[in-house]
């Protein structure tokens, strides 16, 4: 089972497909927010926090690219 919900792996893909650099989270981030996803955003961020969680980040770029092998 997948730990990161479907919709943001698909964003994700999206995203990917449309050559931002995953590498960067804040060009993931404002690549999103250009398409209006702000719900999507605040997935990366930590609970009650201001904080950007990049490890969640790092986990559900690897886990949306494992899924397309």
């Known amino acids: ?3 990161t919900p479907k919709e943001i ?3 994700l893909n999206n995203a990917e497909q449309r050559g931002v650099d995953m590498a960067s989270p804040k060009a993931v981030v404002d690549y999103m927010l250009a398409q209006g996803e702000k719900q999507s955003i605040l997935y990366f961020y ?3 926090s201001l904080e950007f969680d ?3 980040f790092n986990n559900a770029v690897a886990e949306m690219r494992g899924l397309k092998k």
């Open 1 to 3: 089972m997948s730990a």
């Open 46 to 48: 930590k609970p009650n």
């Open 9 to 11: 792996l698909r964003k």
């Open 54 to 56: 990049f490890g969640k």
